[in-house]
């Protein structure tokens, strides 16, 4: 198998699992994915990202699109 072929095999997988993930996280589940505080979360979220575009309120909860909670994902991995 080539580079190439193997690179278009791992992009599509990623891109199947991609559509299984929700285009919206509340901060509370991923509060509970990463195991921290929300306000920790929170304060990141507030801190490195947009209101209104990269996270908004609904309700009394605070969404943030899919690849916001992926990067906060990634940065309190451990």
Same mark, same amino acid.
Request: aromatic fraction near 8%; charged fraction near 35%.
């Given at each position: @198998? ?17 559509? @299984? ?42 969404? @943030? ?14």
């Amino acid at each position: @198998m080539d580079n190439t072929t193997l690179l278009l095999e791992i992009k599509d997988k990623l891109e199947k699992i991609e559509l @299984m993930l929700p285009l919206e996280i509340s901060l509370s589940d991923l509060a509970q994915q990463c195991k921290k505080e929300a306000n920790t979360i929170r304060k990141f979220l507030i801190a490195n990202y947009e209101p209104d575009i990269d996270f908004w309120k609904k309700g009394d909860r605070i969404y @943030m699109g899919r690849e916001v909670a992926l990067c906060i994902r990634r940065r309190y991995a451990k």
